[in-house]
């Protein structure tokens, strides 16, 4: 799943961000490699399959429960 790829963790791994018209087979020749997704304007994450997406929240939402646990330690 592209999710996976996005949220997983792999030792190793890198995420990169490139123009569209990027040729990244060619910069990566035989390195496997997966696209997970495009940047899109909007300050949100929307995970889709086959143009059906099947969830979205705001970034801000998703930093918010990110950083709690470390809130929680430090008081």
């Given at each position: 799943r592209r999710?996976?790829?996005l949220f997983g963790e792999f030792t190793g791994s890198v995420l990169l961000e490139v123009?569209?018209?990027?040729?990244?087979d060619k910069l990566l020749g035989g390195i496997p490699?997966?696209?997970v997704?495009?940047?899109m304007p909007e300050p949100r994450i929307s995970l889709a399959e086959s143009g059906e997406v099947f969830w979205q929240d705001e970034i801000s939402h998703l930093a918010?429960?990110?950083?709690?646990?470390?809130?929680?330690?430090?008081?």
């Amino acid at each position: 799943r592209r999710d996976a790829l996005l949220f997983g963790e792999f030792t190793g791994s890198v995420l990169l961000e490139v123009a569209q018209d990027f040729d990244v087979d060619k910069l990566l020749g035989g390195i496997p490699h997966a696209w997970v997704g495009e940047v899109m304007p909007e300050p949100r994450i929307s995970l889709a399959e086959s143009g059906e997406v099947f969830w979205q929240d705001e970034i801000s939402h998703l930093a918010e429960a990110w950083s709690k646990p470390f809130r929680e330690v430090l008081e």
